[in-house]
């Protein structure tokens, strides 16, 4: 798989191990539409591509963190973590429904 394509691997929601608090259930696990996450990297993708860097998707975790690496220019960039929270992170919590924060490696 190339740096330009993208994979998701999202693992299937535990049944029974739920919290009820107040009114919210805590524990289940969070849906994330694999094809809206990758429309919504593929329009992040060029912004980064632009300065030397890439985003690989790593995967999905059942809380809805979506995981990243950061390569090229951004790799090793120290404004990278500014440009994660600033950038990444808020486009994909707005725009990808279930997506609760983004984690860069």
């Known amino acids: 798989m190339s740096t330009s394509e993208t994979a998701v691997t999202l693992k299937p929601p ?12 805590v524990g289940d696990s969070v849906d994330v539409d694999p094809a809206m996450l ?6 992040i993708r060029p912004a980064l591509q632009a300065d030397g860097g890439d985003l690989v998707l790593l995967g999905v975790d059942d809380d809805g963190t979506v995981n990243l690496e950061l390569v090229g220019a951004c790799g090793g960039c120290p404004m990278s973590m ?17 997506v609760t924060s983004v984690n860069a490696t």
């Not at 990758?38 to 329009?43: G, I, K, P, S």
């Not at 500014?82 to 279930?98: F, H, K, N, Q, S």
């Open 82 to 98: 500014m440009t994660l929270t600033a950038g990444i992170e808020r486009i994909l919590t707005e725009r990808v429904p279930g």
């Open 14 to 25: 535990v049944q029974g191990d739920d919290t009820v608090v107040g009114d919210s259930v």
């Open 38 to 43: 990758d429309a919504t990297l593929e329009y």
